[in-house]
């Protein structure tokens, strides 16, 4: 009688993604970070983050291993003062393409915006400009794409599929029930569907804050119990500054996970479009919408006093965030009127030019060259004026003016200067329609409170930083 042995096991897929975003920092008129005292000894936080995150990574050549998305906004930036550091996350895309034959990086909209609480244009718009931003950056189309906050609902994942974005990746609570293999589909309207990728969330959290990186062998144990347990597909995901900016040292311990994966039997170091190229049909899933990984209330932290806020310990409010949202929806509206009314003779092609923006918001000479090339004749800087104009109203959304405890902050001030940026565009072409439209928009920001009664409002704020300030 003959046996036979029975095949080893096939090694567990193990798929690391790190979200790396800042916010701009650009002061809108001079595109030129402005000294930030509390990030020293460097003179902003986009310098200190690099430094400890951003570099070690790409000399280390992490991002060949590493899945990742890299916000447009923080590429540009690097791209202008770092582009070595830039460089290191496209060869690593290239080179996970040539060992994978899909690479590691994912695509992000343009602005972090919380796509739910945007119309449907906004969504298009977002998600098209960061597309296009991609493809100039890594040189060929993304198959998948990550959502802000991975915020999302219906509507959202309907604009990311008519765009043939094949995938995104969620938090374990935003499906009603994680499908066993990581990896399910959603069926859309129009015979669409998009495929979601369900991270773990324990494994997740236990990087993100910490405990999976103290001692030598915690994380890698992790990785081993979930293919122990079964796991096909075993993907984490955070903040990629977690890697050296949120925990020092973690950037290393990173390198050290990396390494011991690509050696182990039962492990092997994938990317989501490689999992997702032999996946077959996952299972359908349902979308519990409207839902995010930063808020149990859906997506309430950037619209409401939800109760979510980063220091539950102190006595404050966010009052401010409807108020904010409202005023700054309301400029919205104001100002795609005023390019509804201006462009046509100026711009041509004015909705699809809205589109293109993304071929050049993120190259480091900004919109200018693109604003030459759709401009009517004579009309090149009025042409320039409301392509900024319309970039700015697009950042006012950057969710972390909604994210944090009081509308003080500098991340809120940075979304009211571009509100001033526009305003300002808009001024030189439409005196009297910029007039009015900040006069209503500054009486709606004195309804949003700040917690310290001596600064009063951001209606304050505003006019301390940006009232009157001009080209």
Same mark, same amino acid.
């Given at each position: 009688?003959?046996?036979?042995?029975?095949?080893?096991?096939?090694?567990?897929?193990?798929?690391?993604?790190?979200?790396?975003?800042?916010?701009?920092?650009?002061?809108?008129?001079?595109?030129?970070?402005?000294?930030?005292?509390?990030?020293?000894?460097?003179?902003?936080?986009?310098?200190?983050?690099?430094?400890?995150?951003?570099?070690?990574?790409?000399? #280390?050549?992490?991002?060949?291993?590493?899945?990742?998305? !890299?916000?447009?906004?923080?590429?540009?930036?690097?791209?202008?003062?770092?582009?070595?550091?830039?460089?290191?996350?496209?060869?690593?895309?290239? #080179?996970?393409?040539?060992?994978?034959?899909?690479?590691? #990086?994912?695509?992000?909209? *343009?602005?972090?915006?919380?796509?739910? !609480?945007?119309?449907?244009?906004?969504?298009?718009?977002?998600?098209?400009?960061?597309?296009?931003?991609?493809?100039?950056?890594?040189?060929?189309?993304?198959?998948?794409?990550?959502?802000?906050? =991975?915020?999302?609902?219906? +509507?959202?994942?309907?604009?990311? #599929?008519?765009?043939?974005?094949?995938?995104?990746?969620?938090?374990?609570?935003?499906?009603?029930?994680?499908?066993?293999?990581?990896?399910?589909?959603?069926?859309?309207?129009?015979?669409?569907?998009?495929?979601?990728?369900? *991270?773990?969330?324990?494994?997740?959290?236990?990087?993100?804050?910490?405990?999976?990186?103290?001692?030598?062998?915690?994380?890698?144990?992790?990785?081993?119990?979930?293919?122990?347990?079964?796991?096909?597909?075993?993907?984490?995901?955070?903040?990629?500054?977690?890697?050296?900016?949120?925990?020092?040292?973690?950037?290393?311990?990173?390198?050290?996970?990396?390494?011991?994966?690509?050696?182990?039997?039962?492990?092997?170091?994938?990317?989501?479009?490689?999992?997702?190229?032999?996946?077959?049909?996952?299972?359908?899933?349902?979308?519990?919408?409207?839902?995010?990984?930063?808020?149990?209330?859906?997506?309430?932290?950037?619209?409401?006093?939800?109760?979510?806020?980063?220091?539950?310990?102190?006595?404050?409010?966010?009052?401010?965030?409807?108020?904010?949202?409202?005023?700054?929806?309301?400029?919205? %509206?104001?100002?795609?009127?005023? *390019?509804?009314?201006?462009?046509?003779?100026?711009?041509?092609?004015?909705?699809?030019?809205?589109?293109?923006?993304?071929?050049?918001?993120? +190259?480091?000479?900004?919109?200018?060259?693109?604003?030459?090339?759709?401009?009517?004749?004579?009309?090149?800087?009025?042409?320039?004026?409301?392509?900024?104009?319309?970039?700015?109203?697009?950042?006012?959304?950057?969710?972390?003016?909604?994210?944090?405890?009081?509308? %003080?902050?500098?991340?809120? =001030?940075?979304?009211?200067? *571009? +509100?001033?940026?526009?305003?300002?565009?808009?001024?030189?072409?439409?005196?009297?329609?910029?007039?009015? !439209?900040?006069?209503?928009?500054?009486?709606?920001?004195?309804? +949003?409170?700040?917690?310290?009664?001596?600064?009063?409002?951001?209606?304050?704020?505003?006019?301390?930083?940006?009232?009157?300030?001009?080209?």
């Amino acid at each position: 009688m003959t046996g036979t042995s029975a095949s080893p096991p096939s090694p567990a897929a193990v798929v690391i993604h790190g979200h790396f975003y800042q916010p701009p920092r650009e002061d809108p008129w001079t595109d030129r970070i402005r000294r930030e005292p509390t990030a020293a000894p460097f003179d902003n936080w986009n310098e200190r983050i690099a430094a400890e995150c951003y570099a070690p990574l790409a000399e #280390a050549g992490a991002f060949e291993w590493l899945s990742f998305d !890299l916000g447009p906004t923080l590429a540009r930036w690097l791209e202008r003062e770092h582009p070595n550091v830039h460089d290191g996350f496209v060869r690593g895309d290239r #080179a996970s393409r040539a060992r994978l034959g899909q690479g590691n #990086a994912v695509a992000q909209p *343009y602005h972090h915006i919380i796509l739910p !609480l945007a119309s449907r244009r906004e969504k298009q718009t977002e998600v098209r400009w960061g597309l296009r931003d991609f493809e100039r950056r890594f040189g060929r189309p993304p198959e998948g794409l990550w959502l802000p906050e =991975t915020a999302v609902d219906m +509507a959202t994942l309907e604009v990311l #599929a008519a765009e043939g974005v094949a995938f995104t990746i969620l938090a374990p609570h935003q499906i009603a029930e994680p499908p066993p293999g990581g990896v399910g589909r959603i069926r859309l309207g129009g015979g669409r569907e998009i495929s979601v990728f369900v *991270y773990d969330g324990g494994l997740s959290h236990g990087v993100a804050f910490g405990a999976l990186l103290e001692g030598r062998d915690t994380w890698i144990d992790g990785l081993q119990a979930s293919a122990h347990g079964g796991a096909s597909l075993i993907a984490l995901a955070t903040d990629g500054e977690t890697f050296g900016h949120h925990h020092r040292g973690a950037d290393r311990t990173l390198m050290r996970v990396i390494s011991r994966v690509r050696t182990h039997r039962e492990l092997r170091l994938e990317n989501f479009a490689s999992v997702l190229a032999r996946a077959g049909a996952p299972p359908q899933v349902t979308l519990r919408e409207p839902s995010s990984w930063s808020c149990a209330h859906g997506v309430e932290r950037w619209r409401a006093d939800c109760g979510c806020r980063l220091a539950p310990h102190l006595d404050s409010q966010q009052r401010w965030r409807a108020p904010l949202r409202t005023a700054l929806e309301s400029l919205a %509206a104001g100002l795609d009127d005023a *390019y509804e009314t201006l462009a046509p003779g100026r711009v041509s092609e004015p909705r699809r030019t809205l589109l293109q923006l993304g071929e050049g918001l993120g +190259a480091p000479a900004g919109l200018a060259e693109l604003a030459r090339e759709v401009a009517e004749e004579g009309a090149g800087e009025d042409t320039l004026a409301l392509a900024e104009m319309m970039r700015d109203r697009a950042a006012m959304f950057t969710s972390c003016a909604w994210f944090f405890d009081d509308v %003080a902050g500098i991340e809120t =001030t940075q979304v009211l200067g *571009y +509100a001033a940026h526009a305003l300002d565009r808009l001024g030189g072409l439409a005196p009297a329609r910029a007039a009015e !439209l900040e006069r209503s928009f500054v009486e709606g920001l004195a309804s +949003a409170p700040t917690n310290d009664p001596e600064v009063g409002s951001a209606a304050a704020i505003y006019q301390r930083e940006f009232r009157g300030r001009r080209e």
